[in-house]
């Protein structure tokens, strides 16, 4: 196995690739003009944005390995792992990429958005499958972003170009909901095993031993990224993950309340709270009323 190649700028990027480097915060990649890419897993420095058109090999991404199918498109943040770790090569490489550097946004309202967009921290696997026509969206983006790029820098050139790209990741945010709704019967699977997840854990000792279980646990038993899983929770229920998480624990308190004499303290360390006062204040915000009045008062509930 090779050593991790640290790309931390757009021009290591372009010079490994043989590309032209025509602005050092910015480049969109039309990989069909490299007659060959290297096999190598890198670290990149930077924001970057693939468009695979074709299929070829499996893309090793952090720990695990992934084919997958053309037309679609992976994000990739800063620090993350990518490439394939075989020693080889892909002849004629087919596709797009846009990458550009935090230092790009820094500054600008994109660089306090870049947050909302969280499928720059999903697995490949969870890449976005697009239709004909928003892949033409994407293209035109693309070829907004190429045309200022084939200008020489100047004052506007940064404000237009992080326009552009706002206008792709707003593009994407779209479309992903769209993905999500076209898989709701898979998704609709992956809520009743959540459901069941949260039902089997606190019917356990887990909760006393291990506390509330954390978003990203959840998602990792149910194979997915934390943001992925969460976006796919909040667009099928309505709902974040943390608050259905909440909930299937007030549920189980209520539970614990009509069918057992505990004091409200013994309940509080046995559903995974730390104190007694945070299971009375999640309790009171989500059903209303204090967990001792719940209890006085359920006969006429």
């Not at 990149?44 to 053309?70: H, M, Q, S, V």
């Not at 898989?183 to 699977?189: E, F, G, K, L, Q």
């Not at 229920?237 to 259905?244: H, L, P, R, V």
């Amino acid at each position: 196995m090779s050593d991790i190649l640290d790309l931390r700028t757009i021009d290591d990027y372009n010079q490994f690739h043989g590309l032209e480097t025509q602005h050092p915060l910015v480049s969109l990649a039309d990989f069909s003009k490299m007659e060959k890419c290297p096999h190598r897993r890198m670290r990149l420095g930077f924001y970057a944005i693939l468009l695979k058109d074709e299929i070829y090999g499996p893309l090793t991404y952090g720990r695990n390995k992934y084919d997958y199918e053309a037309g679609t498109l992976v994000f990739i943040a800063p620090g993350q792992v990518i490439g394939i770790d075989d020693g080889g090569y892909t002849p004629h490489p087919q596709g797009y990429g846009l990458f550009f550097h935090p230092d790009l946004t820094r500054g600008t309202s994109l660089a306090h958005k870049m947050k909302d967009y969280t499928f720059f921290s999903y697995e490949v696997n969870e890449a976005l499958h697009m239709s004909e026509r928003e892949r033409q969206t994407v293209f035109n983006c693309f070829g907004e972003i190429e045309e200022e790029l084939r200008h020489d820098i100047d004052k506007h050139s940064r404000s237009i170009i992080v326009s552009n790209i706002e206008v792709l990741l707003n593009n994407c945010l779209r479309f992903y909901d769209r993905q999500f709704a076209t898989r709701s019967v898979i998704n609709s699977d992956v809520l009743t095993r959540f459901r069941t997840l949260l039902n089997d854990y606190f019917n356990s000792d887990r909760p006393e031993e291990q506390g509330l279980p954390s978003v990203a646990w959840c998602a990792d038993q149910l194979h997915f990224s934390a943001n992925y899983f969460g976006d796919m929770v909040k667009m099928q229920t309505g709902k974040s993950a943390i608050e259905c998480i909440h909930q299937a624990v007030i549920d189980k308190v209520k539970d614990l309340l009509l069918e057992t004499d505990k004091t409200i303290s013994e309940i509080a360390y046995e559903t995974g709270f730390k104190y007694p006062q945070h299971l009375t204040r999640l309790f009171k915000s989500t059903a209303g009323c204090a967990p001792k009045e719940y209890r006085e008062n359920a006969g006429t509930l």
